[in-house]
């Protein structure tokens, strides 16, 4: 596609279930970072893919968080026992990488726990 | 550390006015700046971006930005506000592996 996708758009949960988000980066971008967005808040870093391997996972904010990216395109975040604090937009971003600084993102997975 | 303040939470404007939203950054090279501009249920857009170079930049949609080093300051600027620039602001630093700080964000609101 044209931008950043991710799905789904809208995601409500019960709290200690396990979810996925899926981002779909822009076709060639090497680089892809997720970001976390609470409620009045400006976004905050999660984690920095280049290519398959996380090159900073430094923003998780513990070991519930992961997120993989195995070919190198499509990246999916896992969150496992969700609590209520969890609940945020979670923003996807892509660039080209190495040096190239603009990166675009996604219309963000509004997560909500219950 | 890196970090990014926007002092204004909320500001509003009358539609034809001026607008100028601050942000103060902390970095101690040169600093990668950018704004972006949220709308509700939108995704991120940027509005522009400083580098290098020329320390006044121009903008998408009319906005334009000046870097002043010696007050760490990027703020983003407008002559004349429409009311579909209604919505969040969000000034952003680039740091290491060129994951973006943001701040908290600045929510303008225009009046008709």
């Known amino acids: 596609g044209a931008g950043v996708s991710q799905t789904p758009s809208n995601k409500v949960t019960e709290k200690g279930k396990y979810v996925e988000l899926r981002c779909d980066p822009i076709?060639?971008?090497?680089?892809l970072y997720w970001y976390r967005q609470s409620l009045g808040q400006g976004p905050e870093f999660l984690i920095y893919?280049?290519?398959?391997?996380?090159a900073d996972d430094s923003g998780l904010p513990n070991d519930r968080f992961f997120a993989v990216r195995p070919e190198g395109s499509v990246s999916t975040l896992k969150i496992q026992r969700t609590e209520r604090g969890d609940s945020a937009v979670y923003l996807c971003?892509?660039?080209w990488g190495q040096g190239n600084t603009e990166a675009f993102f996604g219309q963000g997975t509004r997560l909500t726990v219950v | 550390a890196q970090s990014v303040t926007q002092p204004d939470i909320h500001i509003t404007v009358s539609e034809g006015a001026s607008l100028e939203l601050r942000c103060n950054y902390s970095?101690?090279?040169?600093?990668?700046l950018f704004w972006y501009v949220q709308s509700p249920g939108q995704g991120l857009q940027l509005l522009l971006k400083?580098?290098?170079?020329?320390?006044l930049v121009q903008g998408i949609k009319g906005f334009e930005a000046e870097f002043k080093r010696s007050q760490s300051s990027f703020n983003l600027r407008k002559p004349s506000v429409h009311w579909s620039d209604a919505a969040e602001y969000f000034c952003?630093?680039?740091?290491?592996?060129?994951?973006?700080?943001f701040g908290a964000g600045t929510r303008l609101a225009v009046h008709p």
């Open positions: 971003a892509s660039s």
């Open positions: 076709s060639g971008h090497t680089a």
């Open positions: 970095y101690g090279a040169t600093p990668y």
């Open positions: 400083y580098f290098s170079g020329d320390t």
């Open positions: 952003a630093v680039v740091g290491g592996y060129n994951k973006l700080i």
């Open positions: 893919f280049q290519g398959t391997g996380a």
